[in-house]
């Protein structure tokens, strides 16, 4: 059976991995007829939102591995016993913890930096040549993972897309219910909730993605 790592980000679209994608995720894996396991890092998130209001709760701080542990139903593990030998394929569902928590893309743009244990763990897989999947603002990592000039897209937004091309990413415009290929590297992104206006939109594209993904295992 095929086994996909999938690495989350915290809990919650605003502070940590967009619950929603995560969800879709895992279910379009499991559908499939794959297995995964959750990973996240053991580290402090950005900061913390309140999903309510939207304000930074000031004086408030949450673990990024403990807040997984929320979606995965407790069944999540620190990065730094993910081992790639163990897997197929690797999957980073959006949300801005993935621009804040995994890399600082949301707070330095073209400036930002990748956290070392998830760069570590994501070059594992492009150097093995096994397939991988990012989606919503998670592809902001990839000219640090696979370098410049690889493919991909987070939609159609003209600044967020320009952040990424400085960083060396050659953005491609994605329609919600599409994704984009870059067949060299095994690479498979989509657009997400940086489009999507509901579930149903989302799960058209990452449906599309998980598939594409255990195609090129």
């Known amino acids: 059976m095929k086994n996909v790592a999938v690495i989350l980000s915290g809990c919650g679209v605003y ?4 619950i929603y994608e995560t969800v879709l995720t895992l279910l379009a894996i499991e559908q499939a007829g794959a297995k995964y396991r959750c990973f996240a890092p053991n580290i402090e998130q950005h900061h913390v939102i309140n999903h309510l209001t939207g304000e930074v709760s000031d004086g408030e701080t949450r673990n990024v591995l403990v807040e997984s542990a929320r979606i995965a139903r407790g069944d999540v593990e620190n990065i730094e016993v993910l081992v790639e030998s163990e897997f197929d394929a690797i999957i980073f569902p959006g949300g801005f913890g993935a621009a804040k928590n995994l890399c600082d893309f949301a707070i330095n743009g073209d400036q930002c930096t990748v956290n070392p244990l998830i760069l570590n763990a994501a070059k594992s897989f492009a150097k093995a040549s096994k397939p ?3 989606m919503c603002i998670a592809p902001a990592m990839l000219p640090f993972i696979y370098g410049k000039n690889i493919q991909g897209t ?6 967020v897309a320009s952040a990424l091309t ?10 919600v219910d599409g994704i984009v ?3 060299q590297a095994k690479l498979v992104t989509t657009p997400a909730f940086m489009l999507a206006t509901n579930i149903s939109e989302a799960a058209q594209g990452i449906n599309k993605l998980v598939a594409k993904v255990i195609e090129l295992i």
């Open 181 to 183: 290929v870059d067949q």
């Open 166 to 175: 400085a960083l060396g990413l050659s953005h491609q415009n994605c329609p």
């Open 154 to 159: 987070i939609g159609t937004d003209v600044g």
């Open 132 to 134: 991988a999947g990012y």
């Open 15 to 18: 502070d940590g991995s967009e």
